[in-house]
């Protein structure tokens, strides 16, 4: 991606090649590696520059296509390990700050199975989930600071 105050240019792109050189060609690595040996002052290897060639950078503005959450919300929802989850799943999330959050789980016909509150701390937070007693199937978790709510999937297989 070129920055969007990068001017219009052509620049010189230069490389190094180490180039081997040799008329006896062999499947005989001993033999290969011997060459200069056997053959002194013959140039098996050399460097090549290639000073030729050019790159040219056409400056297109580029922005953002979206914003993260923790940018947008001040926390984000990492992930639900493992998913799917046997008999234990550990939910990790971002917080910018110490702040309170409210987890609720709800199984797929929309009933509330959990629900907790959770004083985090800034940086990751983990939120163990004992997942042995519900049945199998998908569930759906939100995080919410009670202005922005985050919702994530997760399987149980017990």
């Known amino acids: ?23 006896m060609h062999s499947t005989n690595v001993a033999l290969e590696l011997g060459i200069p040996a056997l053959y002194p002052g013959r140039k098996t290897d050399t460097v090549v520059n290639l000073n030729y060639y050019k790159i040219v950078v056409y400056p297109t503005p580029c922005w953002p296509t ?62 163990n989930i004992n997942t042995s007693n519900l049945a199998n199937g998908m569930y759906l978790y939100s995080l919410s600071d009670n202005k922005n709510i985050l919702n994530k999937k997760m399987e149980i297989r017990n």
């Open 66 to 127: 979206a914003v993260d959450n923790i940018t947008k919300y001040n926390f984000d929802v990492i992930a639900c390990t493992p998913n799917p989850a046997h008999s234990q799943a550990q939910i990790s999330f971002e917080s910018k700050s110490v702040a309170n959050y409210q987890f609720t789980m709800v199984n797929a016909l929309g009933e509330t199975i959990l629900t907790q509150s959770i004083n985090a701390d800034a940086g990751i937070n983990y939120l």
């Open 1 to 23: 991606m070129v920055p969007v105050s990068t001017p219009a240019a052509t620049l010189p792109l230069s490389a190094k090649l180490r180039v081997y050189l040799s008329n």
